[in-house]
C-alpha cells in the first residue's frame, strides 16, 4: 500500500485519483504513525519551498521522513516534493531541504544568454530526455512530453542522481534518483500515458522492495 503525504500543501486528489485508475491502494495521511503502515510514500507538492519545509517540521514528518529514507523505503517526490529532496532552495530566501540527494534549487532566469526573455514559470508540455533509461522507474515508459508547472529548478553536479532530463533554456532535472529516492518535476498524475507509466513504476517499485525485505525476513528466520 502506498502512503500519500499530507502536509497541507500537495495536490492530493490528483494523485490519488491516478493511483485509483492504476487499481493500488492508497491513504491519506499526516500522521506519522500512521504512514509507517505504507510500504512506500509518496511526497507531492505545490507552492513555497520554505513553507512547505515548515509544515513538514511543524507536523514531524521531516524526521519521519528521514528515518523512512535511512531504513531503505521507497519515497517519491512529485515537483515541489521532489525539489525538497535536495540540500536547499533560494525561494524566499535560502532554506535547508531534506539533503537527500545533492543539489540546490534556484529560480530560472528568464532570460537567456543572448538576452531574450521567456516565460517564467515553465508551464506546460516539454519532452523527456532519458539519460538512463534502464532505470526501473522508467521501465517501458516513453520518452515522450509531460506536464510541467514550475518557476524553480534543480541545479547539480552529480549526474548520477539525473534519470531523464528535459529543456526549457537550459537543463531541468525531469526525473531524479538514488537508491530508495525518487521524483519528478513534472505531474506524473496529469501526464498522460507516460506519467501512468512512472506511478505505476513507483507502485512496481514499492512491491519489489516488500518482496526483497518479506524474503529476507524468511532466509533470517530459518
Known amino acids: 500500500m502506498i502512503g500519500i503525504i499530507d502536509y497541507g500543501m500537495g495536490n492530493l ?7 485509483e485508475r492504476l487499481d493500488y491502494e492508497y491513504f491519506i495521511s499526516e500522521d506519522p504513525s500512521e504512514l509507517q503502515k505504507a510500504k512506500g510514500l ?55 531541504g531534506l539533503n537527500l540527494l545533492p543539489g540546490k534549487v534556484v529560480r530560472f532566469p528568464g532570460v537567456t544568454k543572448s538576452g531574450e526573455s521567456y516565460k517564467v514559470p515553465h508551464m506546460g508540455w516539454n519532452r523527456l530526455k532519458f539519460l538512463q533509461p534502464e532505470h526501473e522507474l522508467l521501465t517501458e515508459v516513453e520518452q515522450g512530453h509531460v506536464y510541467f508547472v514550475h518557476s524553480y529548478v534543480v541545479q547539480t553536479d552529480d549526474r548520477d542522481v539525473l534519470l531523464a532530463v528535459s529543456e526549457y533554456d537550459l537543463e531541468v532535472p525531469a526525473v531524479v534518483g538514488r537508491g530508495n529516492v525518487l521524483g519528478a518535476q513534472f505531474h506524473p498524475e496529469k501526464s498522460s500515458a ?3 507509466a512512472i506511478l505505476r513504476n513507483f507502485a512496481t517499485v514499492v512491491e519489489g522492495r516488500t ?6 525476513h524468511n532466509i533470517s528466520s530459518n
Do not use: Y
Open 13 to 19: 486528489h490528483s494523485v490519488s485519483k491516478a493511483l
Open 42 to 96: 509518496i511526497l507531492p507538492g505545490v507552492g513555497s519551498f520554505k513553507d512547505a519545509m515548515v509544515a513538514l517540521e511543524r507536523d514531524g514528518l521531516k524526521d519521519f521522513i528521514l528515518e523512512w529514507v535511512e531504513a531503505g523505503k521507497p519515497l517519491f517526490g512529485i515537483c515541489l516534493g521532489m525539489q525538497l529532496l535536495f540540500e536547499e532552495s533560494e525561494e524566499n530566501g535560502l532554506t535547508k
Open 194 to 196: 507516460i506519467g501512468m
Open 211 to 216: 518482496k526483497s525485505d518479506e524474503q529476507f
